[in-house]
């Protein structure tokens, strides 16, 4: 279901308690609440733009002007708005004329029932324009088969090349809550995680979130995970709706999932578009690999959206890429040598794989892989990257 973000404009208290007290229990993100018309429509209109909603709730009972052009004006913001026209009266006349006005919804008290059904439709619509190629962020997972395969390490190499390759701002976020370590490899500033973003969802909008994420590369933002443990456990429900606003605001997001799938991961799948499976070919990573694929397979995860990268390849490898790709039902996307100098001496100096160096070029090549941005995208890497 696509998770609705909506703004509140209602001056009328009947109205407004009434409504305060029907959304308690509608799973939906208030972005902005005004408990008075606006007069200064530009400042408003301004607001809208910045914080995206997809509804605005509108008392049309003190409107000092006319509802038509009031609709047109939200609707014409970037987000294009919804307008549910609220009102204390179910006069024929007062629903024919906010509909005609551009409102999609006329509500009347009692609310309750009738705002679910029009948030439901709401929503079914704007998941329609999605799936209808409205362009919207995409998302990759970088989830590792067993402890320390590399899903970090990729992620950020990858995360790092991607804005230039796409074009676009991309976020790179650590949902690894038990041992994100993207805040460290990628020398982050802002002293806040994906936890601030989650317990503030009402509080979430553009000046937030830019609040929250750190950049130091152009055009790549990143929002580490929680660091104390107390911050650690995250609701499921709350960090897919913060997964969904970032979603909207960048053109590529990559996640870093951490180890294995748990609980968490598993249940914000349905917003990662790519899941890349970071494995290396040693038996017990394998073994997991295996199982992680049957697991995705198993919940509905499209087959084709899992991609799967052997890290860390020796010069010598006892089994061929092919028997692999046979173990594991897949074939096997990427495969980068193990370079173990080249990242511990990036680390020491506090900085990312240089760009130049053998392990740096298979990054970028994966990274170009990855945007789609490879001329041929059907040739596999060679062994060593
Ligand atoms: N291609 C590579 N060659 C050599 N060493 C590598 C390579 N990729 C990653 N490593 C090293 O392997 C270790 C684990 O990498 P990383 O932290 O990225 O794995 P992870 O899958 O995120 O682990 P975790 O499960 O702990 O989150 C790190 O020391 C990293 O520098
Ligand atoms: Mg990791």
């Given at each position: 279901?696509?998770?609705?973000?909506?703004?509140?404009?209602?001056?009328?208290?009947?109205?407004?308690?009434?409504?305060?007290?029907?959304?308690?229990?509608?799973?939906?993100?208030?972005?902005?609440?005004?408990?008075?018309?606006?007069?200064?429509?530009?400042?408003?209109?301004?607001?809208?733009?910045?914080?995206?909603?997809?509804?605005?709730?509108?008392?049309?009972?003190?409107?000092?002007?006319?509802?038509?052009?009031?609709?047109?004006?939200?609707?014409?913001?970037?987000?294009?708005?919804?307008?549910?026209?609220?009102?204390?009266?179910?006069?024929?006349?007062?629903?024919?004329?906010?509909?005609?006005?551009?409102?999609?919804?006329?509500?009347?008290?009692p609310?309750?029932?009738?705002?679910?059904?029009?948030?439901?439709?709401?929503?079914?619509?704007?998941?329609?324009?999605?799936?209808?190629?409205?362009?919207?962020?995409?998302?990759?997972?970088f989830?590792?088969?067993?402890?320390?395969?590399?899903a970090?390490?990729?992620?950020?190499?990858?995360?790092?090349?991607?804005?230039?390759?796409?074009?676009?701002?991309?976020?790179?976020?650590?949902?690894?809550?038990?041992?994100?370590?993207?805040?460290?490899?990628?020398k982050?500033?802002?002293?806040?995680s994906?936890?601030d973003?989650?317990?503030?969802?009402?509080?979430?909008?553009?000046?937030?979130?830019?609040?929250?994420?750190?950049?130091?590369?152009?055009?790549?933002?990143?929002?580490?995970?929680?660091?104390?443990?107390?911050?650690?456990?995250?609701?499921?429900?709350?960090?897919?709706?913060?997964?969904?606003?970032?979603?909207?605001?960048?053109?590529?997001?990559?996640?870093?999932?951490?180890?294995?799938?748990?609980?968490?991961?598993?249940?914000?799948?349905?917003?990662?578009?790519?899941?890349?499976?970071?494995?290396?070919?040693?038996?017990?990573?394998?073994?997991?690999?295996?199982?992680?694929?049957?697991?995705?397979?198993?919940?509905?995860?499209?087959?084709?959206?899992?991609?799967?990268?052997?890290?860390?390849?020796?010069?010598r490898?006892?089994?061929?890429?092919?028997?692999?790709?046979?173990?594991?039902?897949?074939?096997?996307?990427?495969?980068?040598?193990?370079?173990?100098?080249?990242?511990?001496e990036?680390?020491?100096?506090?900085?990312?794989?240089?760009?130049?160096?053998?392990?740096?070029?298979?990054?970028?090549?994966?990274?170009?892989?990855?945007?789609?941005?490879?001329?041929?995208?059907?040739?596999?890497?060679?062994?060593?990257?």
């Amino acid at each position: 279901m696509y998770p609705i973000a909506a703004g509140i404009v209602v001056q009328t208290r009947e109205l407004s308690e009434e409504l305060h007290r029907s959304l308690e229990d509608l799973s939906i993100r208030l972005l902005l609440e005004l408990s008075e018309i606006p007069t200064d429509w530009p400042g408003f209109l301004d607001r809208i733009d910045r914080v995206r909603p997809d509804v605005i709730m509108l008392d049309v009972m003190h409107l000092r002007e006319p509802l038509e052009d009031v609709v047109r004006r939200i609707r014409s913001t970037a987000a294009h708005p919804a307008v549910f026209a609220l009102h204390t009266t179910a006069e024929p006349a007062a629903i024919l004329e906010a509909l005609r006005a551009g409102a999609s919804e006329y509500l009347y008290p009692p609310l309750k029932d009738a705002l679910k059904a029009a948030l439901e439709r709401l929503s079914q619509a704007r998941e329609g324009s999605r799936e209808g190629g409205k362009p919207t962020g995409k998302t990759l997972g970088f989830v590792s088969a067993k402890g320390g395969c590399g899903a970090t390490t990729l992620a950020c190499h990858i995360a790092t090349q991607l804005p230039r390759l796409v074009q676009s701002k991309v976020l790179l976020a650590d949902l690894d809550m038990q041992a994100g370590l993207v805040g460290f490899l990628a020398k982050t500033k802002s002293p806040y995680s994906i936890a601030d973003a989650v317990n503030n969802l009402q509080r979430l909008d553009q000046s937030f979130w830019h609040g929250l994420i750190s950049n130091g590369i152009p055009d790549l933002e990143i929002l580490t995970a929680p660091v104390a443990p107390g911050a650690k456990q995250v609701l499921v429900p709350q960090l897919k709706q913060v997964l969904a606003f970032a979603r909207g605001q960048y053109g590529w997001s990559v996640l870093d999932l951490g180890r294995n799938l748990n609980g968490a991961t598993l249940s914000i799948l349905d917003l990662v578009d790519e899941t890349y499976l970071v494995t290396t070919h040693e038996v017990p990573a394998l073994h997991q690999a295996k199982q992680m694929i049957r697991f995705l397979l198993d919940s509905g995860y499209p087959q084709a959206n899992i991609r799967l990268i052997l890290n860390r390849l020796p010069k010598r490898l006892d089994v061929t890429l092919d028997e692999m790709e046979q173990m594991l039902g897949l074939p096997i996307f990427a495969t980068l040598a193990n370079d173990y100098h080249a990242l511990q001496e990036a680390y020491v100096e506090g900085r990312l794989v240089d760009g130049n160096s053998h392990l740096g070029k298979s990054f970028g090549r994966l990274a170009a892989k990855i945007a789609g941005t490879t001329e041929d995208k059907k040739k596999k890497f060679t062994l060593f990257g």
